[in-house]
DNA sequence: GTCTATACGCAGATAGAC
DNA sequence: GTCTATCTGCGTATAGAC
């Protein structure tokens, strides 16, 4: 196990990332991540061989900085509405990329499904782990199973619809205000 | 103006307007195109230039398609509150191409936004309609400009929402489920 | 490990015969 | 109008020198 090895492996995750993020998944070719990384593209193939690998890379190193926030959640906001809560204030926090690049989940699902591409259930699982987490959020709060996987869809079905349009009419403001909408529903149920 | 070179062009624009829905505008080549149409690619060329030249006659072939459909809404459908549910019912109806693709609005704009195309703001003008229908209504029904133009934006949020979900997680029931929600607020205002 | 050179196919786009 | 032939650039991917 390199360590440089796997530093550069992480940085070229990060970079495709953040490009894939930006500028769609089949529109970021090879040149462009390791232009953006400052390698050759001979290079870049020693770390990845294909193009699905590295996409899979990134939606594995996606899933496990999900996992960790979540994790951070759990641990340090003490009830389940506040943690919900904060679920909400991401995207508020988020605003300004949300408005140039939509939801970083939402987006790139969309896109790999047009594609049939192989790794679009594992795309899906990063939508999933917030829909498990709310789920069991809902659950803490005395919600039975079946009603908290209908809050939990329409917690998620609400926020995903805030970037799409919010991105749409490039309005920032607009996501506050439908937050303010989304966490009076969370104190009403 | 030559009959038969019109009726070809409709039928590459159909065309190119499925294969755009379906598998994205990017991920969608001109051979593509010419083979669902059945003609050569030399003779595609006679009738769009350039790639962002059939896009745009897509798009403005949709906007005619929706100005028609909010048109035929206010005149067939009697009430500002039923043409409201009958935009939500359209969805529902939708929902087999929706699990499968998306919202045929709302996906292509996130692309284009993505590949910075130059038809984007013309994109976003087909989500514009239905909004500026929808804020009439609200009108229509006695709220105030503002109110008016918050619900179009909150309807439209649900709806989008609702696509994104049902898609990533290919649940049409969800559709349906969600669809009633939104009919229940709509009956509440 | 990192590089240059290069193969190969496909995409967008053009020219010109019929 | 519709076709075939062709150009050009880019994207993925490989080989092999250093």
Redesign the interface.
């Given at each position: 196990m390199n360590t440089k090895a796997e530093t550069m492996r992480n940085k070229i995750v990060s970079t495709a990332d953040d490009l894939f993020y930006?500028?769609?998944f089949?529109?970021t070719s090879f040149s462009d991540i390791a232009s953006a990384v400052g390698i050759s593209r001979g290079n870049f193939y020693y770390h990845f061989k294909t193009k699905d690998d590295i996409l899979a890379a990134v939606i594995e190193n996606r899933k496990v900085g999900i996992t960790q926030t979540l994790n951070e959640w759990n641990k340090n906001t003490p009830t389940p509405k506040e943690r919900l809560h904060q679920y909400v204030d991401m995207i508020v926090g988020y605003q300004d990329n949300i408005v140039k690049?939509?939801c970083p989940l939402?987006?790139v699902?969309?896109?790999l499904?047009?594609?049939e591409n192989i790794n679009y259930n594992d795309a899906?699982d990063m939508?999933?782990l917030f829909r498990d987490w709310m789920i069991e959020q809902f659950i803490l709060l005395g919600h039975s199973a079946e009603k908290s996987k209908?809050f939990a869809?329409?917690l998620?079905?609400?926020?995903?619809?805030?970037t799409?349009?919010a991105?749409?009419?490039t309005d920032s403001a607009?996501i506050k205000?439908?937050a303010d909408?989304l966490k009076d529903w969370l104190d009403s149920i």
């Open positions: 930006r500028q769609g089949n529109h690049y939509g939402g987006t699902c969309s896109e499904n047009k594609l899906i939508i999933a209908d869809m329409h998620l079905t609400c926020t995903q619809g805030i799409v349009v991105q749409a009419f607009f205000r439908e909408i």
